[in-house]
C-alpha cells in the first residue's frame, strides 16, 4: 500500500503556537516586568526585563535586580530557562514545522497515480465537493463517522465488493437506514432476509409505514399486480421470455415463448389491469384449437407454431409446460386477489408515490423460481425507468435500488443504459458483488471494469486473493514515485542521497484480504471515486443498524402444505383421457403411412 503523506495539522500548529505565545508573554510580564523582588524598592524596566528574559547573562540579570535594591532567585540561570521555556518550545515548533515540511528528504516522491489516504482525507473530499456542488446547503445521505455524500454524487451510484463475510451486509444497512429515514423510495433485492429483519418503517408525520414485502413464498407479502405492469405488447414478449428460458434445441423454447406472449397479450386486450396470475396459467393450458385462434387474433406468425404437425405441436406445448413452474407458484400463492394487498412496479416509481420502502425476497428453498420473476420484475423496473414517458428528469428525486448479490440474478436487458440514463431521474443504485467471474459469466469478460467507471463510488471490503483481486489491482493502475535512500559515497567515504524510480499498484492483490475486513472496531474498507485518492477507512459497528425490525421469514402456508393439483380427480377420467391420447396417435400413424 502506497500512502498518502499525511496533510499538514496547520490547526494543531495554529493553536499549539498561539498558546505557546500566550506564555511566553505571560511568563515575561509576571515573571519579570510586574514582578516585585524581595526588598527592592522598585519594578524592572521593560528593558530590563528584556535583558533577563533572555538567559545568556544571568550574572547581569542579577545586577539589575540589586540595582533596585531587589534579590535575586539563588538559581539565577533555572529561573530564567524556567522564564523563557515557553518560547523556547514556541521557536523549537516553528522550526520543526519548516523543516518537517519544507526542508527535509521525504522518503518518497509521488510523481503520477494514486495513493492511499486516511479519514481525514475522506472528509476533505467530500466537504470540498460538497461546497463546489449545486447544492452545496443541501447534504446527501450519511455514510459513517460524518461523510455526508452530496446529491449529485448519490445519482452516481454505488458498489460494494467483497467475499462474504467481508461487510458488504453492514454498509449497504447503513445506507439503506439512511435512505428511509430521510423517506425517500427505496427498493431492496433480499437474498437471504438480511434487510428484511432490519429494516425501519418509514415515519411520515409521526406514522409508521411498515415495508412492502414481495415474495409468493412469505405469508406477508404483497400480491404483484402483473396485469398493471404491463402496457404494451413487448413487454408481454420480455416477460415471456424471463419465464421460458431459452434450450438447447432454440426452436421449442421460442415457439413455447411465442405461445406465451400471445396468451399474456390475449389477457391484455379482453381483461386490461384485472387479470391474474391464475388468469394466465390457465389461459396457457387451453386445448390447441383454442390456443391457434388467439394466436391468429392477437399475434402475427405466432399460428405457424400451432399450426405444424402434431409432434410439433405438442413438443411445443410440452416445452411451455415444462416451464410453468414459476407461473404455477405465482397462481398458487396468489390464487385470489381479494383482501390482499396489490402492488404494480410501475405506479410504484412514479410521482404519484412520494415514498416507502419494497423488499424483492429471494427464496434459497425455490431459488430457480424467485430467480424468473424477480428478474422480471426489475425488467419492468428498468423499461419504466428509461421510459421518458414514465419518469422526467429530475435533481431531487431519490429512488433508491439496493441490490446484493445482483450478479446471482439472471442477465438483465439494458442494465448498463438504466445505470446511466437513470442519473438524471433520480435512479441510486447500490450493487453489492461477491466475485469479478460471476458479472463476467453475465455481461462479458470487461463488464467489471466498465460498471466501475460508470459508477461514481466504489466501497471495497475483504476480498479473497483471487481473479477479483487482481481485476481490482489493475483497475487502480499503476503509482509512480521516487525513493530516496542514502548511500555510502564510493571511496570517500560518508553518505549521499540517490533516488530510485519506481512503479507499483497503490493497493497490492494480497493486501484486499490482509488490510481489510471486519473486526471489533468496524469494517476496515477501501473507498474510491471521492477526491484525488483512495481511502482506506473504519466503518464503526453500531448495533441500530442491525436491531430486529421484523422477522426474516414467515412461510406461506402454501409452501407447508402438501397438495395434490392433477387435472383430473377419478380414475374414470383418466382412463378416458387415456384412450383419447391412444385413439389420436394411432390416427396420427395411419396418416403418416
Known amino acids: 500500500m502506497i500512502e498518502k503523506e499525511p496533510r499538514p495539522s496547520w490547526s494543531a500548529y495554529t493553536f499549539i503556537g498561539i498558546s505557546l505565545a500566550v506564555l511566553s508573554v505571560l511568563a515575561f510580564v509576571y515573571g519579570y516586568l510586574l514582578r516585585d523582588w524581595p526588598m527592592s524598592s522598585s519594578r524592572l524596566s521593560f528593558r530590563e526585563s528584556l535583558t533577563c528574559y533572555l538567559p545568556f547573562y544571568p550574572s547581569r540579570c542579577v545586577d539589575l535586580i540589586a540595582s533596585h535594591g531587589g534579590f535575586a532567585p539563588e538559581k539565577m540561570l533555572n529561573y530564567q530557562i524556567t522564564i523563557a521555556s515557553p518560547l523556547v518550545a514556541l521557536l523549537l515548533l516553528g522550526g520543526f514545522v519548516i523543516w518537517f515540511h519544507y526542508m527535509r528528504v521525504k522518503p518518497i516522491d509521488i510523481l503520477s497515480g494514486l495513493t492511499v489516504g486516511r479519514l481525514p482525507d475522506l472528509l476533505d473530499a467530500a466537504r470540498y465537493e460538497q461546497k463546489t456542488s449545486k447544492y452545496p446547503a443541501v447534504p446527501g445521505i450519511h455514510m459513517f ?50 434487510y428484511t429483519k432490519i429494516v425501519p418503517p418509514n415515519i411520515v408525520g409521526a406514522m409508521g409505514y411498515e415495508p412492502t414485502i414481495l415474495s409468493p413464498t412469505d405469508d406477508r407479502s404483497a400480491v404483484w399486480d402483473i396485469a398493471r405492469d404491463l402496457v404494451v405488447s413487448q413487454e408481454a414478449i420480455e416477460l415471456a421470455n424471463r419465464l421460458v428460458p431459452q434450450a438447447a434445441n432454440r426452436f421449442f423454447s421460442d415457439s413455447a415463448r411465442a405461445v406465451l406472449a400471445v396468451c399474456i397479450i390475449k389477457l391484455m386486450a379482453t381483461n386490461p389491469g384485472k387479470w391474474t396470475w391464475a388468469d394466465l396459467l390457465e389461459e396457457t393450458r387451453k386445448d390447441n384449437e383454442t390456443l391457434l385462434a388467439t394466436a391468429l387474433k392477437y399475434s402475427r406468425g405466432t399460428n405457424l407454431f400451432l399450426e405444424a404437425d402434431f409432434k410439433q405441436v405438442m413438443s411445443t406445448r410440452s416445452t411451455l409446460e415444462a416451464h410453468m413452474g414459476m407461473l404455477d407458484m405465482l397462481a398458487t400463492a396468489w390464487p385470489s386477489y381479494e383482501g390482499k394487498k396489490l402492488f404494480s412496479i410501475r405506479e410504484w416509481l412514479k410521482d404519484e408515490v412520494k415514498f416507502g420502502t419494497v423488499i424483492i425476497k429471494h427464496d434459497g428453498q425455490f431459488s430457480a423460481l424467485s430467480d424468473a420473476w424477480i428478474s422480471s420484475i426489475y425488467a419492468i423496473a428498468i423499461n419504466t425507468v428509461t421510459d421518458s414517458k414514465s419518469l422526467n428528469d429530475d435533481d431531487l428525486r431519490r429512488i433508491w435500488f439496493f441490490m446484493d448479490e445482483w450478479a446471482q440474478l439472471p442477465h438483465i436487458n439494458q442494465f448498463q443504459t438504466f445505470v446511466t440514463v437513470g442519473r438524471s431521474k433520480g435512479i441510486c443504485v447500490v450493487l453489492g458483488l461477491q466475485d469479478a467471474a460471476q458479472v463476467s459469466e453475465k455481461y462479458g469478460q470487461d463488464a467489471l471494469k466498465t460498471l466501475m467507471a460508470s459508477v461514481g463510488t466504489t466501497i471495497i471490503v475483504q476480498v479473497n486473493h483471487g481473479e477479483t483481486a487482481l481485476t481490482l489491482e489493475r483497475y487502480f493502475g499503476k503509482t509512480s514515485y ?76 402454501w409452501t407447508t402444505t402438501f397438495k395434490v393439483d392433477g387435472k383430473f380427480a377419478t380414475d374414470y377420467e383418466i382412463a378416458a383421457y387415456i384412450a383419447g391420447v391412444k385413439s389420436r396417435q394411432k390416427a396420427d400413424m395411419k396418416s403418416g403411412d
Open 145 to 194: 463517522d460524518g461523510w455526508h455524500v452530496s446529491l449529485p454524487r448519490e445519482t452516481r451510484h454505488f458498489n460494494i465488493i467483497g467475499a462474504p463475510g467481508g461487510g458488504k451486509t453492514i454498509i449497504m444497512s447503513r445506507m439503506i437506514h439512511a435512505a428511509v429515514e430521510r423517506n425517500d423510495k427505496v427498493i431492496i433485492f433480499d437474498q437471504k432476509g438480511d
Open 482 to 557: 521516487l525513493e530516496w535512500k542514502r548511500k555510502p559515497l564510493g571511496t570517500l567515504g560518508g553518505l549521499q542521497w540517490v533516488d530510485n524510480r519506481v512503479e507499483e499498484a497503490p493497493f497490492r492483490s494480497t493486501e484486499f484480504s490482509t488490510l481489510l475486513g471486519t473486526d471489533k472496531h468496524g469494517v476496515r474498507c477501501l473507498v474510491s471515486g471521492v477526491g484525488e485518492h483512495l481511502y482506506k477507512v473504519v466503518v464503526p459497528l453500531e448495533a441500530s443498524f442491525t436491531d430486529k425490525a421484523r422477522d426474516p421469514a414467515i412461510p406461506a402456508e
